[in-house]
C-alpha cells in the first residue's frame, strides 16, 4: 500500500501501480517471480525495490495472482515524462520561510538553500561555514538535480546579486590559515542559525528576515583581536553593516564589535 498504489493516481509514487505490473508480468509468473526475488534497480530516477525472497515464492505466487484479478479489465496507460521539480514551493508555501539540502552551481556540494519569503533566496556553504550568494525573484528548480539523480545541480529561478569571493576557507580571514568546522544548526523563527568554530573561535550565523531582505546576525566568542570578515562582489548590492568598518570589501571589527554584529543585504536595483 505504501509504495505500490492500484493506478498510480495518488503522488507521491514511489514503485510500479499493480496495473503496470500486470501489464509488464501478465502470463509471465516466472518473470514476476525473478524480479520480486532479484528486483535489481529498473529507473534510475527512484530507489531500488529490495528484495521480496523472504515472503517465499508460494505467498509471492499468491500475490502475483491477487494482483492479476485486481487489476482485470483496468487499462495500463504509460506515464508521461515530467519536466518539473516534485518539490517546488507552490500556493501559500511560497510566501514562507524554507531550508533545503541540495547541489547547487558554483559552491561545494555540502551546501545548503535558503529562502526568507520564497522571493529573497541565499546559498550557505558547509564546507567554508560562510555565506556564498544572495539572489532575488525565487527560489530553487531542482528538476535538472532530482531529474539526473543527483549528477546536476539545481537551478536558481533568480538573478544573483551578491556572490563572495570563490576562493575562500572562510568568512573571517584566520591569520593562522585555519580551517573552520561546522558544527550544525538550527532553526529559529523557521530559518536556520549555523554554527561553526575556527581554532578556539566559536561562531553563529543567524539567517534574518528584515523587511524583505536578508540579514546575517553574526555572533562571534573567545575572539581576542581584531577580526576581518571577508566580502564579496558589492557591486550589485547595498550592504548595511551595523559594526566595524568597511575598507576594500573587508569589514574590519574590533573582538568587542565582532561578538554581535549584522549584514543587510539589498539588492541595488529592483529585480522584477
Known amino acids: 500500500m505504501v509504495c505500490h498504489q492500484l493506478e498510480n493516481k ?3 509514487i514511489v514503485g510500479p501501480s499493480l496495473v503496470e505490473i500486470s501489464h509488464i508480468y501478465k502470463d509471465n509468473l516466472k518473470g514476476y517471480l525473478k524480479w520480486c526475488i532479484e528486483p535489481g534497480k529498473k529507473r534510475k530516477d527512484v530507489i531500488q525495490m529490495p528484495s521480496m525472497a523472504h515472503v517465499g515464492e508460494k505467498d509471492l505466487e499468491a500475490i502475483y495472482h491477487w494482483i492479476m484479478a485486481t487489476t482485470k479489465g483496468k487499462k495500463y496507460t504509460p506515464p508521461k515524462e515530467t519536466n518539473f521539480d516534485p518539490y517546488m514551493l507552490t500556493g501559500d508555501a511560497t510566501k514562507r520561510p524554507r ?3 541540495i547541489f547547487l552551481p558554483d559552491t561545494s556540494p555540502a551546501s545548503i538553500a535558503v529562502t526568507i519569503d520564497g522571493n529573497h533566496s541565499l546559498c550557505w556553504d558547509t564546507v567554508s561555514c560562510r555565506l556564498r550568494y544572495i539572489w532575488i525573484g525565487g527560489f530553487i528548480d531542482g528538476f535538472p538535480y532530482w531529474k539526473s539523480n543527483g549528477s546536476s545541480v539545481a537551478k ?3 538573478k544573483v546579486y551578491y556572490r563572495s569571493l570563490p576562493k575562500l576557507n572562510s568568512g573571517f580571514v584566520s591569520q593562522n590559515d585555519e580551517e573552520p568546522k561546522f558544527n550544525g ?3 529559529i523563527d523557521s530559518l536556520p542559525v549555523f554554527s561553526y568554530s575556527i581554532g578556539s573561535i566559536e561562531v553563529t550565523e543567524a539567517i534574518q528576515n528584515k523587511a524583505g531582505a536578508i540579514t546575517l546576525h553574526i555572533k562571534v566568542t573567545n575572539a581576542k583581536s581584531e577580526l576581518k570578515y571577508q566580502l564579496g562582489d558589492l557591486s ?7 559594526n566595524g568598518r568597511l575598507e576594500n570589501g573587508v569589514l574590519i571589527l574590533t573582538a568587542k564589535e565582532a561578538a554581535s554584529f549584522k549584514l543587510t543585504f ?3 536595483k529592483i529585480i522584477k
Open 236 to 242: 550589485e548590492t547595498n550592504l548595511i553593516h551595523s
Open 99 to 101: 531550508i533545503q539540502r
Open 266 to 268: 539589498q539588492p541595488k
Open 185 to 187: 544548526y538550527n532553526i
Open 10 to 12: 495518488v503522488e507521491p
Open 156 to 158: 536558481l529561478t533568480g
